[in-house]
């Protein structure tokens, strides 16, 4: 009987996954959305991996396995995947845009339809930790903390806040060299670190450094990244200038924020965390025609659209999915990677264990949210105009110079 019923659900899986193939356009570049997929994925692990929240005489305070095992320091490379979504989110927006202009849709209304999918899960995630926040001091829990917990749901704001900005700013970027970008990076961390400037110029870098992989985007919706030499040059380069940073130049391995450290990678980034940006991107390139081939499997790809349906819920949930899964552990006493110090392989392996619980955290949040992101007419993989007819897929072809992308309903 148990049999019978698994093949039932696999069949019924099998067949959703080939009316989700069926209903997408023949010309649309899997690819862009695998890849979209991964970034958000791999910041969700990231975060659930090296992010502790340690019980403490009653207190919560936050911090990192990599503050105690810095050898684990190329976990943040695996999981550190914020240029790929930058270089994504460019290529969409100068495509999506120029494909706008062409069907005569006024910029005003192309953003705001591209800023609308953004706003409301935001609106949702401030909203209820504005209540939970007051709920939580008016109880009388400990003002640490209270800060703590809302700094770490509240921290994919900053996010989408830069994400914002570039998005608007893509007519003006659309064009733009990264090199130029690069060379801001270049010279704020040449006045920071080797000429002794302000700390407050590395702020500059966050627009700088994220307008990098943007711009690279932009490059790609022109035609500029097809051939695979592209990808060799960006990994290549990217790498190595990485490691000669890291090694002669004094800047941290990891390629996260690490408690305690003084100096960070990516608050605000530093041109390593930016380089190893551009050797991302090149394997993202390089991957490109094999993440084809592999989203012609239906359940691979139903999964893939399934997330970027609700990419923007994943990533603003994921967090709060880690800290309502760690309050309620509390009620059990202090667990084991849960509650405890990360100063430990038993830590690691014990945090492991908890993944399959936050990510069921987070499918609740997800199930309770996702009606936001979709909108009123259930918004779809790319969103971005001010047609409220169903989006569940659009099209977008591989790049060619010259040609302008298309985009239609299905």
Partial sequence: MTDLRVRDVRGRLRRGARRVGAATPPGRDRAVDALRAAAVLGVVLGHWLVTALVADSGTLRTASPLQHLPWLAPVSWLFQTLAVFFLVGGHVATRGHASARARGIPY?????????????????????????????????AEFGTVRTLVKLALSPLWFLVVFAVLTAATPLLARLNPLWPLAVVLH?????????????????????????PY???????????????????????????????????????????VPGEGVSNLDPPTLAVVTFGLAQCGIALLLRERLRRAMRRPVAWAAVALVNLSAMTVFLWHQTALMATTATGLLAGRLPGLHTPPDGLGWIGARLLWLPVFAAALAVCWAAFRFLERGRGGGGVEGGGPDRRSRVVREHRPSDRGTTATARHV
């Fill in 215 to 257: 711009t690279l985007g932009a490059a790609w919706t022109r035609g500029e990244l097809e051939r695979p030499r592209a990808g060799w040059i960006l990994f290549g380069a990217g790498a190595a200038a990485t490691a000669a940073l890291v090694a002669w130049a004094g800047y941290p391995a990891s390629m996260v924020g």
């Fill in 188 to 212: 704020v961390d040449l006045l920071r670190f080797g000429l002794g400037g302000p700390d407050w110029l590395g702020w500059v870098n966050v627009i700088a450094g994220w307008l990098v």
């Fill in 108 to 140: 005003r209304s192309w953003l705001a339809g591209r800023l609308a999918r953004l706003g409301r899960p935001v609106l949702a995630v401030l909203g209820l930790w504005t209540v939970a926040a007051t709920a939580l001091l008016l109880s009388g």
